[in-house]
């Protein structure tokens, strides 16, 4: 074997092996085209799920702030209230513990 004949041989295998990664990315990019299509379906769907849990979770909120946390900060306010006025009234006032 000569050095041309190891030449023609190292360029066809060069060729072959080029043709074979050429194909390859090809392939790759198919498989790439095809799971980027299916996922913007999906991610589509699941953002209008998110922004309907969302808003379920807000209205939950809000119905707890207007059921349960207005009313008993009302009812903190109102019993603050009525422990000042019977503090002035009787003259008793809660002692501070000093600290050392």
Do not use: F, H
């Amino acid at each position: 074997m000569t050095l041309a004949d190891l030449r023609d041989l190292a360029i066809v295998v060069l060729a072959t092996l080029a043709m074979v990664q050429t194909l390859l990315i090809i392939v790759l990019a198919v498989v790439l085209l095809r799971t980027t299509i299916m996922l913007r379906g999906k991610a589509s769907d699941l953002l209008e799920r998110s922004t309907r849990t969302v808003g379920t979770v807000e209205s939950a909120v809000g119905i707890v702030s207007d059921v349960v946390l207005k009313p008993l900060a009302r009812m903190v306010g109102a019993v603050s209230g009525v422990r000042k006025v019977m503090a002035v009234l009787t003259g008793i006032t809660k002692r501070r513990k000093r600290r050392k």
